[in-house]
């Protein structure tokens, strides 16, 4: 059973970064892909950046890459992101994710933790 909690979140300003983190109390993190997600008040909920399960498939959205890192340590049951550069826009609720393959739809994804607020001052 895979059950899914993020940490980090907090408020910062435009420029700045954060780290989140995600813990799976499951068995079975070593054997899944993982994913973060976003969801801003009104808007439906983004696919952010994904890691394979030997971290050897990394996807991003093309709105985070080369500022957002996804990491993974297998041995920690515990997936990162790391945040550079943050801007207002990236304001959101930020979800990580379990499932099967490293894909970008949320359908791809069968469970979900609870979530962490994001918030980037101008």
């Known amino acids: 059973q895979v059950q899914l909690a993020e940490s980090g979140g907090g408020l910062v300003q435009a420029g700045g970064s954060l780290r989140l983190s995600c813990a799976d109390s499951?068995?079975?993190?070593?054997?899944?892909?993982m994913g973060w997600f976003r969801q801003a008040p009104g808007k439906e909920r983004e696919f952010v950046a994904a890691i394979s399960p030997k971290s050897l498939n990394i996807q991003y959205s093309d709105s985070v890459k080369g500022r957002f890192t996804i990491s993974r340590e297998n041995a920690k049951n515990t997936v990162y992101l790391q945040m550079n550069s943050l801007k207002p826009e990236d304001t959101a609720v930020y979800y990580c994710?379990?499932?099967?393959?490293?894909?970008?739809?949320?359908?791809?994804?069968?469970?979900w933790g609870q979530g962490t607020q994001v918030t980037v001052s101008s």
């Open positions: 499951g068995r079975a993190f070593g054997l899944n892909a």
């Open positions: 994710a379990a499932g099967r393959l490293v894909l970008p739809e949320t359908q791809a994804y069968d469970s």
